[in-house]
């Protein structure tokens, strides 16, 4: 920042950290530049900035813009405005230019957990202020609240659910609660719908899973997928079940859709999936399948069940759903007969002609990164492998208005013929270490940007 018209103040308000930017007059706030590295994590809703660390979470909150006007404190309307991932600054509405300018956030950060392992696995902001976390503990101390669905830790590592209130300079627990069987209980993500009831998706080899209107009241494999939902008040259970085969059956990604159905989506071992009509493929073709099961409004039936695959590994690392009921999905595969779409090929006299084809078609070797989305009434719409010749895995989703998809991934440096596909106008355009990041929307420190259109062709602009 240009310090002859900006200063930095560091304070401590009691235990907290603060800082204010002073912008002098004639001074540009826009100039001042936050920058964050090292979080799990950042995110802002414009009034707050959210890390997420191995730590706990810090926050930036309670932002405050003032300033002195004929001896008064006036308040000046101010948000957090990103300039990338990790970097943010702020902008500041109708303030008078000849005046200092005060900019005062508060940093609020805090342990929290048990004497053993604890993860939060994801975490929504419910209100400004209001969050709630769900993960997994291994704490037989691990904090829980009064009148909590469930006070005590059932054994081996358990689900727990938890609402903070960080909105002052004091962090509450407002809810804390176990969740779990006597085996291992893994959430892998959750949903709040419109009435604020929470679901939560995850995998489970407890053989007492806490059941309500199951689906399946049994365990069924060696790990099963698991849906639960709670009330509102997170104080009783709307359903729970089981869900799963004969064998192994990982949830990697679970999310409500538009429908109130939820959906889980991981990899299967299992031979016996309870497949439904219109699934896209009603066999586990390798060792591994990506599967992903819907799961009805009422909890009480499968809506949509279908393996994805092909004769090697496929595993799939995260899955979205968008507020039209498709699905996408990234991860990896080893199969070279993974199930691509579209695809169509048309007799021209002696020739062969393919008339309808994904960005790529065929297999690169080692593990390849694919993308796939499918429609909400369970055809698959598009799928194409994505990397070069070394090991490539997608990890993270998403898809924009004009139902773009946006993937990113790794991919590991190639050491003869490399292949790795790259656009003409990439951030980087060579691979610089062992292993390097392909990235979705904006690409910064050494990433790669990939993203495809509707129909899955990569867009190079």
Known sequence: MYTAMLTFLLKF??????????????????????????????SSDGKSIKLVTRF??????????YQIVNGVEKEI???????????????????????????????????FGGSNEDRIVAMKELSTGILL???????????TTE??????????????????????ANRNLMYGTFFGGGGSDYPAGFSIDDVGNVYVGGT?????????NPVNNALNGLNDA?????????????YSTYLGGNKDDIVVSAELGPDKGFFVCGYSESTNLPTTGGAIQTKIKGRKDIFIIKLSSSGQLIDYCTYIGGGDDDIPYEMVVSESGNIFITGTTKSSDFPIAPYREQRVGWQTVITESPYDRTFNGGWDAFAVKILGEGKLDFSTYFGGTADDIGMAVAYTNDQKIIFSGITFKETTNPSFPISQ?????????????????VVQYYHFLWKLGFDLQASRS
């Open 226 to 238: 698991f849906v639960t939902k709670f009330s509102q008040d997170l104080n009783s259970i709307v």
């Open 77 to 111: 309307a101010c948000t957090f405005i990103p300039k990338s991932e990790t970097e943010f600054s702020f902008y500041v509405e109708n303030y008078d230019p000849t005046k200092e300018l005060i900019i005062d956030p508060i940093i609020m950060m805090s342990y």
């Open 13 to 42: 308000d009691g235990e907290n950290p603060r800082y204010d930017f002073v912008v002098r007059p004639g001074g540009d706030p826009s100039d001042i530049g936050l920058n964050f590295s090292g979080a799990y994590s950042v």
């Open 56 to 65: 706990g979470e810090i926050v930036n909150a309670n932002l405050y813009a």
């Open 204 to 212: 489970t080899n407890s053989t007492d899973l806490p059941l309500k």
């Open 133 to 143: 976390a769900v993960g997994w503990t291994e704490s037989i101390n691990f904090p």
């Open 425 to 441: 106008n990439a951030y980087q355009n060579t691979h610089k270490g062992g292993t390097e990041n392909f990235c979705r929307w």
């Open 147 to 168: 009148g909590a669905y469930d006070n005590a830790f059932n054994n081996i590592r358990d689900v727990f659910i938890c609402k903070f209130d960080l909105r002052g």
